[in-house]
């Protein structure tokens, strides 16, 4: 999410980038409940893992927003509705920022899968500075 990142005012990255986002751990991708919890609509009590809003890529050292699904994420410390509304402003500019691409004929994709993508060891992303 680093082009959502570079659309946003200064104002509002200096406001984020010190934040930590709870990703809600109670519903997997489809929305359904996952086995062995019990459903929740409250973000500030539901399970989840806490991680910084704003992070540096591993290998290029570009910053970027690392957001999970809308659903029950919070940032952490503040008050429910501000959590809200910080939410909505940040969500508006990664909804924004989504590239689509025109395929033709021939045609083919390469991609990385470096972190924070995808990491199966028990690490903190890196803050960005």
Known sequence: MKAALDKMPRRLVERIRNL???????????????????????????????HPVVIRHPVSGDRALYLGRRRNAYIMGLALEESERLLDEIWSYAESAVYKHRWRCAMSCCGTTA?????????TPSRAA
């Open 115 to 123: 972190p924070p993508c995808i990491d199966a060891t028990p690490s």
């Open 20 to 50: 930590d986002i709870k990703h809600d751990g109670t519903y997997d991708s489809g929305g359904y409940v996952r086995k062995g919890l019990a459903p929740s609509d409250d973000p500030r009590t539901s399970v989840g893992t806490p």
